[in-house]
């Protein structure tokens, strides 16, 4: 299986920084890793696709780069609504497998 | 807009069977992979396994042959079972839509199940 690590697995910012998430892959999955953002209560919700594609209705201050093993998922000017866990997850290998999870907190 | 709904019961005894329901709502089940993740209580993700329209399925291996997915197209449905389940499958489970390579679009609030000695 692809393992997915992410770092860190906490975030403490606050209203209007900028955020960084980073996900290594344990071998290429080109550019299919996919970004998620979960809240308690709510559905899942896809951020990024496809490594860098903003989902319709997502807030352009979400962006995602990379390719190969190393991606990052950064959040500009960081909202009260952002405050969430984020997972990133590869579709290029079966099974689909994600990372174990950051959480951003205040 | 397309929504999904998952359905079951809340409490399921250890070695009896666990089954679940994804009701589509909004859109035809038709053309997509739709599939089933867990999350256990502070664990990460795991997916499940997917089904196609056409009944082809895909599973996770570290399920060890326990699970079997099945659709309903007449209801807009698709289902799932697992098999001898113990304490390590109470999660929350989520059906979700998969859009090609493209990632899970579209999930259900989830349905919590545990699983009782």
């Known amino acids: 299986d692809v393992q997915m690590t992410q770092s860190p697995s906490f975030l403490s910012a606050s209203v209007g920084d900028r955020v960084s998430i980073t996900c290594r892959a344990s071998q290429t999955v080109e550019t299919y890793l996919n970004w998620y953002q979960l809240k308690p209560g709510k559905a899942p919700r896809l951020l990024i696709y496809a490594a860098s594609s903003l989902q319709s209705g997502v807030p352009s201050r979400f962006s995602g780069s990379g390719s190969g093993t190393y991606f990052t998922l950064t959040i500009n000017s960081l909202q009260p609504e952002d405050f969430a866990t984020y997972y990133c997850q590869q579709g290029f290998a079966s099974p689909r497998t994600f990372g174990q999870g950051t959480k951003v907190d205040i | 807009q397309v929504q999904l709904q998952e359905s079951g019961p809340g409490l399921v005894r250890s070695s009896e069977t666990l089954s679940l329901t994804c009701t589509v709502s909004g859109g035809s089940i038709g053309g997509f992979y739709w599939n089933w993740v867990r999350q256990p209580p502070g664990r990460p993700l795991e997916w499940l396994g997917f089904i196609y329209k056409t009944g082809s399925t895909n599973y996770n291996p570290s399920l060890k042959g326990r699970v079997t997915m099945s659709l309903d197209m007449s209801k807009n449905q698709f289902s799932l079972t697992m098999r001898s389940v113990t304490g390590v499958d109470t999660a929350l489970y989520y059906c979700?839509?998969?859009?090609?390579?493209?990632?899970?679009?579209?999930w259900g609030r989830g349905t919590m199940v545990t699983v009782s000695s």
């Open positions: 979700t839509r998969e859009v090609g390579d493209d990632g899970f679009d579209i």
